[in-house]
């Protein structure tokens, strides 16, 4: 359904993904895992249309996205990292907004905004403005909007930094239900053990290349080989965290030049 062929991009001729090629079918849900820095939002920019890429191009069901950017996005849903939603709206308005500027008809969109306010426990906020909503209720109001129009591609960007343990919960079986009604589902992240769990495929992405797009259960197997060895360990961040904090303590501890 969604596919990259060697999608390149630069910035002032500092290469920040190189060659890059994955794709996610109907009911997939695939993981983009890399460390901070790796690539991962330059990609995700040249998948929702926001940035152009130098080479290469993205297919959604076999055409090139930017052939018609507008027809694209409305069938992607996508949930950025930081919710820059209007503030000044309550959770309703903005879903309404939503639905409008998607082309919805009134009747549709205020039974999926309610419904879906409801359903993610945010019925009695709906009226309040989101700049009183913490972080996991915003990000609760971003999945909602997304889900508004029904689109085909769901893009998620770090999904579970703001949720508490029972949304997140419910983000997963979110995920699965959506997979099995035959939505492609692209899950970005930095943390390996939550890809491992939610995804059917895991592609690893390291200084702006591909370096494994294998299942979940391949990964363990992968993580010995050498040139996956220091990419795994920027994930799963078990090294030198310990040092560092240790320098940093010290650091702050210094009185004198
Ligand atoms: N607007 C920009 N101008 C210059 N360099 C950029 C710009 N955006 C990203 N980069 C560089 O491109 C590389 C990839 O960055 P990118 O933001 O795509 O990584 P990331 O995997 O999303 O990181 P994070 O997890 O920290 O968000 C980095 O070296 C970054 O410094």
């Known amino acids: 359904m969604l596919e990259l062929h060697n999608v390149s991009r630069s910035y002032r001729g500092i290469p920040a993904i190189a060659n890059v090629n994955f794709r996610v079918g109907t009911g997939e849900i695939v993981g983009y895992l890399g460390a901070n820095g790796s690539g991962k939002s330059t990609t995700v920019k040249i998948i929702t249309g926001i940035l152009q890429p130098n080479d290469g191009k993205v297919l959604f069901e076999g055409v090139d996205i930017r052939a018609d950017l507008a027809g694209f996005r409305a069938k992607l849903g996508y949930v950025p990292e930081e919710a820059h939603v209007y503030t000044y709206l309550s959770g309703l308005e903005y879903l309404q907004l ?67 343990v029972d ?50 259960s391949e990964l363990t197997r992968l993580m010995k080989l ?18 560092l904090a240790r320098e940093l303590v010290e650091t702050m501890l210094v009185e004198h030049a």
């Open 98 to 164: 939503v639905g409008r500027l998607r082309g919805m008809p009134e009747p549709l969109i205020q039974l999926k905004a309610n419904k879906l306010l409801r359903l993610l426990g945010l019925e009695s906020w709906r009226h309040s403005p989101i700049s009183a909503y913490s972080k996991g209720m915003k990000q609760r109001v971003l999945i909602a909007a997304a889900l508004m129009h029904d689109p085909k591609l769901l893009v998620f960007d770090e999904p579970l930094s703001g949720l508490d």
């Open 167 to 216: 949304s997140a919960r419910l983000f997963k079986d979110l995920l699965q239900q959506l997979a099995a009604s035959g939505k492609a589902i692209l899950y970005i992240s930095h943390v390996l053990e939550v890809v491992e769990q939610i995804c059917d495929r895991v592609v690893v992405i390291a200084q702006g290349r591909i370096l494994a797009d294998t299942a979940p």
């Open 226 to 243: 050498a040139n996956l060895e220091s990419a795994f360990a920027q994930l799963v961040q078990q090294q030198d965290t310990k040092v």
